[in-house]
C-alpha cells in the first residue's frame, strides 16, 4: 500500500549527483580514451543480443541458399567458374607486375610491402542512431582485430575499427559526419582529406585550391598518410566540383566506391604497410 | 517471489533493448519509438520505489554503449524523465490513457531535445523530422505497452 503515497527525500539529490555523472562521463568519453574498457566490456554482455537480432538475416540468407533450385545454382556455379578463370588470367599478369614493382620499389630502396594481410568478417547489425554511421562486424580481438585497423568491402574502403571487444568491433563508416580520410587523386597525385557528411552516398573534399587540377570522375586513393590507413586502396569518384569564388577555394563531393549501404562481407586490413607508428 | 519481480522487470527492458537494435530499414528508422523509454516510465510509475533513477542510469548506459553514442547521453535523458515522471506518477496513474499518452509524449520529447543537444554539442546536425516523429510513434504505442505491462505485472504478482 505505502507504493501509492510514495515519495522519497533522497529522490532529488539522487538525480541530481547522476546528472553530474552523465555530463562527467559524456566528457571523459569525448576526450579521453579511459571508457573504453567499459564500453568493451558492456558490448560483450551485449554481443549474444547483437547474434540474436541478426539471426533472421542470416536464416533468412541460409534458407535462401537451401531452396534455390538446382538449375539456379548450377547457373551460379558456371558464372562463378567464368569469373573465377578471368580472375586467374589477371591474376598472372599480377604476379609478373609485382615482382617487377617489388624489384622496382628495391631499387628505389623503398621498403613498402604490397600485400596486406586481410581477415574476413560479417556484418552484423548497423547501429540505429540516425546521427552516426557505424556497422558492427562479427570479428573481434580473439581473431586478431585492433582498434584503428582499416575496414574494405570488395569495391574500396568502408572505415575504420572504433571498438573492439572479445567477440565483435564497431567500425565507423567514411561517411559518419565525425569521420576524415586522407586520399589522394589518382590521375594528378594531389592530396586531400575526404570528410563524411552523413549520407551514404557523398563525401566532402572542403579547401582544395581552386588551382587544384581536379574533374569530375576522377578516382581518389587512401593516401597512406596519418598511418591509419594503408596507402592505395580505392576510396571514392569525384561527382561535382563547387567554385567558392569568394575564398578561392573549390569544394568537392565524391561517390565512396565501397557499398557502405549493403555490403555484407567486410575484409578488415591488418598490416600497415610500414607507416603506421602506433 | 522477490527474484521473479526483478527478473520480470529485467526481461521487459531486455526485450525493449532488443527492440532498439533491431535492425529497420533506413527510411523507416527515425520513427523508432524509444522502446526502453517508455518500459521505464511504466515500471517507474507503477512501482517507483525499486525502478528509479539508478536503473534508468544504467540502462541508458547500455543503450549508449549499444549506439554508439557518448557514455551518458541517452542515460542523461533517461535519468531526467524518470525524475519527472517519479514526481508526478501519482496523478499520472489515475489518468485515462489518452492523457496518460499525451503526458509519455511530452516526456519522450524532453528526452529527445536532451539526445539533440548533446548531438549538437558534438558538432552533428540532427535530421529534423526524426525530432517528433519518434516520440509522436512512442506516443502511439504507450497504451499498448501500459496494457501490456500491467497484465504481465498483474499476472506475476509484482508490487
Known sequence: MNQLHYREQGTSIRTLFLVGLCIALMFVDQRFNHLEVVRSNISLVLSPIRYLVSLPAITGSWANEWLSSHIELLNENSALKAKGRILNARLQKMQVLKAENTRLRNMLGSSRKLADQVIVAELLSVDQNPYRQLIEINKGTFDGVELGLAVIDDFGVMGQVIHVNQYTATTILISDPEHAIPVQFIRSGTRSVAFGNGSVDQLELRYLPATADIKVNDQLVTSGLGGRFPADYPVATVISITKDLTHGFVSVLAKPLARLDSSREVLVVKSNNGLAAE | ?159
Do not use: C
Request: charged share 10%; net charge positive.
Open chain 2, 1 to 159: 517471489m522477490l527474484n521473479l519481480r526483478y527478473f520480470v522487470i529485467f526481461l521487459s527492458l531486455l526485450v525493449g533493448l532488443i527492440l532498439m537494435i533491431l535492425p529497420l530499414p533506413d527510411p523507416v528508422q527515425i520513427y523508432r519509438p524509444n522502446w526502453v523509454a517508455l518500459i521505464l516510465i511504466y515500471w517507474n510509475m507503477a512501482l517507483p520505489r525499486r525502478v528509479g533513477p539508478w536503473i534508468a542510469f544504467f540502462i541508458g548506459i547500455v543503450v549508449d554503449t549499444s549506439q554508439g553514442t557518448l557514455l551518458g547521453q541517452h542515460a542523461l535523458a533517461l535519468v531526467i524523465i524518470i525524475y519527472i515522471n517519479q514526481i508526478f506518477h501519482q496523478r499520472i496513474r489515475v489518468m485515462s490513457l489518452v492523457q496518460q499518452a499525451i503526458y509519455v509524449f511530452g516526456l519522450l520529447v524532453i528526452s529527445q531535445v536532451i539526445i539533440v543537444w548533446v548531438e549538437g554539442i558534438m558538432g552533428r546536425p540532427p535530421p529534423l523530422l526524426a525530432f517528433f516523429s519518434a516520440p509522436f510513434i512512442g506516443m502511439l504505442i504507450w497504451p499498448w505497452v501500459f496494457v501490456l505491462l500491467r497484465d504481465i505485472r498483474r499476472k506475476a504478482n509484482i508490487s
